[in-house]
């Protein structure tokens, strides 16, 4: 007997992967990799199920950053809001206007370029701070992170698995070296361009509430006990779990391009 035709394992699976989600993107990231897949297996429709997707995981995004809001730098706040509303508004309309085929190609690539990137760049950004004659942080530079960061808010608006990964590795690479304050930005980010993109799709009508009622409420659920968690892992081992759970989405992508195309 098929699984699908199992009664209501479509359903325990959606619940099931919403909860885990919420918690995976508390601690890493890439919750939309379950969530997603779950949402399609409910028979939505690929834009639909992206953007209800998006909606459901939302709170679970807000109960993680109300966790770990000691850890967000304020002094970035502004400059990452906007970025994460200009960006987050246009890929969500570009989305509604658009075919998925082409972006999906470039997922695998993006994600994985920005994991492996992730993966080193804490090394080199010891690196570049002991070549620099200033003693401790940098300050960070408001237009060129808002200009490095304005496509990752976009591609947020526009499907947004691993998007995570990618906020990160910009901050990283600007010289952001404490994980949990990545962490806590990261939230914040795909927080403030999911909140943009999701207006956008309710306004427009593109949300099938009867799946993304459930989903909402365990995604939540899985982001309060994520953010909790993550505040107890050292940062070390979830810079770790980051770039793991990269790798995994990325193979997860080039695996469903190959059994496509």
Same mark, same amino acid.
């Given at each position: 007997?098929?699984?699908?035709?199992?009664?209501?394992?479509?359903?325990?699976?959606?619940?099931?992967?919403?909860?885990?989600?919420?918690?995976?993107?508390?601690? +890493?990231?890439?919750?939309?990799?379950?969530?997603?897949?779950?949402?399609?297996?409910?028979?939505?429709?690929?834009?639909?199920?992206?953007?209800?997707?998006?909606?459901?995981?939302? !709170?679970?995004?807000?109960?993680?950053?109300?966790?770990?809001?000691?850890?967000?730098?304020?002094?970035?706040?502004? !400059?990452?809001?906007?970025?994460?509303?200009?960006?987050?508004?246009?890929?969500?309309?570009?989305?509604?206007?658009?075919?998925?085929?082409?972006?999906?190609?470039?997922?695998?690539?993006?994600?994985?370029?920005?994991?492996?990137?992730?993966?080193?760049?804490?090394?080199?950004?010891?690196?570049?701070?002991?070549?620099?004659?200033?003693?401790?942080?940098?300050?960070?530079?408001?237009?060129?992170?808002?200009?490095?960061?304005?496509?990752?808010?976009?591609?947020?608006?526009?499907?947004?698995?691993?998007?995570?990964?990618?906020?990160?590795?910009?901050? +990283?690479?600007?010289?952001?070296?404490?994980?949990?304050?990545?962490?806590?930005?990261?939230?914040?980010?795909?927080?403030?361009?999911?909140?943009?993109?999701?207006?956008?799709?309710?306004?427009?009508?593109?949300?099938?509430?009867?799946?993304?009622?459930?989903?909402?409420?365990?995604?939540?659920?899985?982001?309060?006990?994520?953010?909790?968690?993550?505040?107890?892992?050292?940062?070390?081992?979830?810079?770790?779990?980051?770039?793991?759970?990269?790798?995994?989405? +990325?193979?997860?992508?080039?695996?469903?391009?190959?059994?496509?195309?």
């Amino acid at each position: 007997m098929h699984v699908s035709s199992i009664p209501h394992l479509n359903f325990i699976w959606l619940v099931t992967a919403s909860l885990v989600a919420g918690v995976m993107n508390a601690m +890493a990231g890439g919750g939309s990799f379950l969530s997603f897949p779950a949402m399609l297996g409910m028979g939505v429709l690929p834009v639909q199920a992206n953007a209800t997707n998006t909606v459901a995981l939302w !709170p679970g995004q807000l109960t993680s950053l109300a966790t770990l809001r000691g850890d967000v730098t304020r002094s970035l706040l502004l !400059p990452v809001g906007i970025t994460c509303v200009l960006g987050g508004v246009t890929g969500a309309e570009v989305l509604l206007h658009t075919g998925q085929t082409t972006f999906l190609h470039m997922i695998p690539w993006l994600i994985l370029g920005g994991t492996l990137i992730f993966g080193i760049s804490g090394r080199l950004s010891q690196w570049l701070r002991s070549r620099s004659e200033h003693v401790g942080e940098r300050p960070i530079p408001a237009l060129p992170l808002m200009a490095s960061l304005f496509p990752v808010c976009f591609y947020i608006g526009y499907f947004g698995a691993g998007g995570g990964f990618l906020v990160m590795t910009i901050l +990283a690479l600007f010289g952001m070296e404490d994980m949990h304050k990545l962490n806590a930005m990261k939230v914040f980010a795909a927080l403030s361009s999911n909140f943009c993109a999701i207006v956008t799709f309710i306004v427009t009508g593109n949300i099938e509430w009867r799946y993304c009622v459930v989903s909402m409420a365990f995604a939540a659920l899985g982001g309060w006990l994520g953010a909790r968690l993550a505040k107890r892992v050292p940062g070390e081992v979830l810079r770790g779990i980051v770039v793991a759970t990269g790798l995994v989405i +990325a193979a997860y992508f080039f695996w469903r391009q190959s059994h496509t195309a």
